[in-house]
């Protein structure tokens, strides 16, 4: 059921004294300001190395479709396992409708609505809402557990419903990063987004607002921007995490392996995770989310 942002007001009071006692056993911003308290880690986090390059900015990782999909999921591709996610996090989401100079945005939050130690915004694909980013049991719990390492973490997630890649989707990420930006002000923003999603990622990196107010991005099976290098977020050098599996038949892991090696030589702060086997949404499924964002809260 859709709510207002005025319908989650009890909805976020409620999700403020469990955050508040999440955060008082976990280490709260505390952790945040440094390394993000692990959170199921023996099951995301113990990946195979293959292959290492670029003074480990660069790392092929092994995957396999029926260890990591048949084994990992009770139904595969749309229930995961019970013991790869935690459920207690809903108490803190909620679902609202952001009013951002005058464009309707349709946003799942994660988190605590203000002084947050840090904001996570994830952008879906082509088809996809924001149902997509909060949904606990796809893409083998990952979402769960990025929920729960932010919020757990005293920080906010926002999985928002883009329309359009266009500018027009541009515009509403935009005025999204400054709501949230004057939520939690002087506090880390970091975008990430997936696919066709990726397009809105580079018409971010272009505005200059918006840069000013990031921390870094992730883009997960993208489209490359060819003329990145003329952006705001470039000049800025905040830090950019690729991920991607070889075998993706949408876009070609070589085109994006491309710039990042191009970045590398200008001795830009990037790093590029390939699953080798992998498909067009390996990486959502298997990105490790806490050593990207703690990568990138650390820079």
Same mark, same amino acid.
């Given at each position: 059921m859709r709510m207002s942002t005025s319908d989650c007001a009890v909805i976020s009071v409620i999700a403020a004294?469990?955050?508040?006692?999440?955060?008082?056993?976990?280490?709260?911003?505390?952790?945040?300001?440094?390394?993000?308290?692990?959170?199921?880690?023996?099951?995301?986090?113990?990946?195979?190395?293959?292959?290492?390059?670029?003074?480990?900015?660069?790392?092929?990782?092994?995957?396999?479709?029926?260890?990591?999909?048949?084994?990992?999921?009770?139904?595969?591709?749309?229930?995961?396992?019970?013991?790869?996610?935690?459920?207690?996090?809903?108490?803190?989401q909620a679902d609202e409708t952001l009013s951002l100079d005058g464009i309707k945005l349709d946003v799942t939050r994660v988190g605590p609505p203000q002084n947050a130690a840090f904001t996570v915004i994830f952008i879906h694909g082509r088809d996809g809402d924001r149902r997509l980013g909060a949904n606990d049991y796809s893409f083998g719990g990952n979402f769960n557990r990025l929920k729960n390492l932010a919020a757990g973490n005293g920080g906010v997630y926002y999985s928002p419903t883009v329309k359009s890649f266009d500018s027009n989707g541009v515009a509403a990420i935009a005025g999204l990063v400054r709501y949230a930006s004057a939520q939690s002000p002087g506090r880390p923003v970091i975008l990430s987004c997936a696919s066709m999603g990726s397009q809105v990622?580079?018409?971010?990196?272009?505005?200059?607002?918006?840069?000013?107010?990031?921390?870094?991005?992730?883009?997960?099976?993208?489209?490359? #921007?060819?003329?990145?290098?003329?952006?705001?977020?470039?000049? !800025? @050098?905040? *830090?950019?995490? &690729?991920?991607?599996?070889?075998?993706?038949?949408?876009?070609?892991?070589? #085109?994006?392996?491309?710039?990042?090696?191009?970045?590398?030589? !200008? @001795?830009? *702060?990037?790093? &590029?995770?390939?699953?080798?086997?992998?498909?067009?949404?390996?990486?959502?499924?298997?990105?490790?989310?806490?050593?990207?964002?703690?990568?990138?809260?650390?820079?």
């Open positions: 004294f469990f955050l508040s006692a999440a955060m008082l056993s976990s280490g709260g911003p505390a952790q945040a300001a440094g390394t993000l308290a692990p959170f199921k880690d023996e099951l995301f986090s113990k990946q195979t190395i293959l292959q290492t390059g670029d003074d480990g900015a660069f790392e092929v990782i092994d995957y396999d479709e029926m260890r990591d999909i048949n084994g990992r999921d009770q139904i595969p591709q749309k229930r995961v396992q019970q013991k790869y996610v935690a459920l207690g996090i809903r108490k803190a990622c580079w018409g971010i990196a272009r505005d200059e607002g918006s840069v000013k107010r990031l921390k870094g991005m992730l883009v997960m099976s993208g489209v490359t #921007d060819p003329d990145f290098t003329k952006s705001a977020f470039y000049r !800025a @050098k905040l *830090p950019l995490w &690729f991920a991607h599996g070889s075998r993706d038949p949408v876009y070609a892991a070589s #085109d994006q392996q491309a710039l990042f090696e191009r970045l590398r030589k !200008a @001795k830009y *702060p990037a790093r &590029f995770t390939l699953f080798q086997t992998g498909n067009h949404g390996t990486p959502i499924r298997m990105i490790d989310w806490r050593r990207v964002l703690n990568w990138i809260l650390a820079a």
